[in-house]
């Protein structure tokens, strides 16, 4: 099989390798805030009806749903929104550059999940079974 054809066969798979590692990073995130794994000790008094409690709850649930492949386009076009929010109330004020004020997680998830929410979530996932 030439090159051409080896890309043909491997992106649509590739596509669901990216929403699940995308979804298993981001699903981290929650689990650090809501149930304390992996621990970070400045959730440590966190509120499930704060901001970051809201914010964890998102990450878990659309994480999984992402992982699987569920509603996978419209649960990545919020998430996408999430993190554009997330990245101007939380990261932008901080300064402009991403790199310079922690936001460089917020503005690649929310470029990713807007990928996804356009290009689907690949042949690996629930969607594409239904």
Sequence with gaps: MDYQGIIL??????LSVLRIVAALLF????TSKL????HQAQ???LRLTSLLGVQGVLEVVGGLLLLVGLFSRPV???LSGDMA???FIVHRPKGWLPILNGGDDAVLFCF???YLWAAGPGPWSIDARL
Excluded at 27 to 30: A, E, I, L, P, R
């Design 76 to 78: 990545a076009f919020v």
């Design 43 to 45: 959730y440590d008094n």
């Design 85 to 87: 929010v997330a990245y």
């Design 35 to 38: 149930f304390k794994i992996p």
């Design 27 to 30: 699903m981290m995130h929650g």
């Design 9 to 14: 066969e491997w992106s649509p798979r590739l």
């Design 112 to 114: 990713v999940f807007l």
